[in-house]
């Protein structure tokens, strides 16, 4: 089993809809956790971090649930511009163990 | 601005080569780190350091060395002994374990 997993993808969506992506994590000792967006050969750029009481940013909401070891992404009224793959970043042991799930690919059409 | 410089963006290596990948930040961050990123894939951590003149060995550390001699850069080499250097290589660097990794632009090498 993989450390960090993640929807497979790709999601193709047109504009406006609202798109979910699951990421679950294998180590319980696991303590910070992230989603990061990534352009295609460019680098990731934080898009937010996740915290246990859930926490929202515009469009995107982040849920992270410790029970059953798993974060997730929800984008609301998604744009053209929301195209790109979402990862699921985990840290612990420290900090300094990060683990990058595989990546979601996201399409949005018009 | 702070942020994270790499260079070069595109690196050629020749078989048989060591080449060298530049990594400098001026957001006075304590940890670096070195991933490597293949298509499809996620990133991978080659190696990090957490503070000057210490680093460790991440999880495909082989065929690959670091330095760490200023806070500001972690120079990466790329050893002969790695057969399949082809992958867009990403430096980050961090405020300690902890905090969020800020990215590097990245370079993409690939073997003539």
């Known amino acids: 089993r993989k450390e960090v997993e993640q929807d497979p993808g790709p999601f193709n969506v047109p504009e406006g809809a609202t798109v979910a992506f699951n990421c679950t994590y294998s180590?319980?000792?696991?303590?910070?956790f992230f989603w990061y967006r990534q352009d295609c050969r460019k680098e990731p750029k934080l898009l937010m971090s996740?915290?246990?009481s859930g926490n929202e940013d515009g469009r995107f909401t982040a849920q992270l649930n410790r029970a059953s070891q798993y974060i997730s992404l929800l984008i609301r009224d998604s744009k053209l511009s929301d195209s790109a793959t979402y990862l699921c970043?985990?840290?612990?042991?420290?900090?300094?163990?990060?683990?990058f799930g595989a990546g979601t690919r996201l399409f949005v059409k018009a | 601005d702070g942020g994270i410089t790499q260079s070069p963006k595109y690196l050629f290596r020749k078989e048989g080569q060591n080449v060298t990948l530049s990594c400098e930040q001026n957001?006075?961050?304590?940890?670096m780190y070195w991933y490597r990123q293949d298509p499809g894939q996620g990133l991978r951590l080659i190696y990090y350091?957490?503070?000057?003149?210490?680093?460790q060995k991440g999880d495909i550390a082989e065929g690959y060395s670091v330095s760490r001699e200023k806070k500001e850069s972690f120079p990466l080499t790329v050893t002969s002994a790695q057969k399949n250097p082809t992958a867009f290589y990403l430096c980050?660097?961090?405020?300690?374990?902890?905090?969020?990794?800020?990215f590097g632009s990245g370079t993409q090498l690939s073997v003539l």
């Open positions: 980050a660097s961090s405020r300690s374990g902890g905090e969020k990794l800020f």
């Open positions: 180590n319980s000792a696991s303590q910070s």
């Open positions: 996740v915290y246990s």
């Open positions: 970043v985990v840290r612990g042991d420290g900090g300094f163990k990060t683990i």
């Open positions: 957001l006075n961050h304590d940890a």
């Open positions: 350091s957490q503070i000057v003149n210490d680093f």
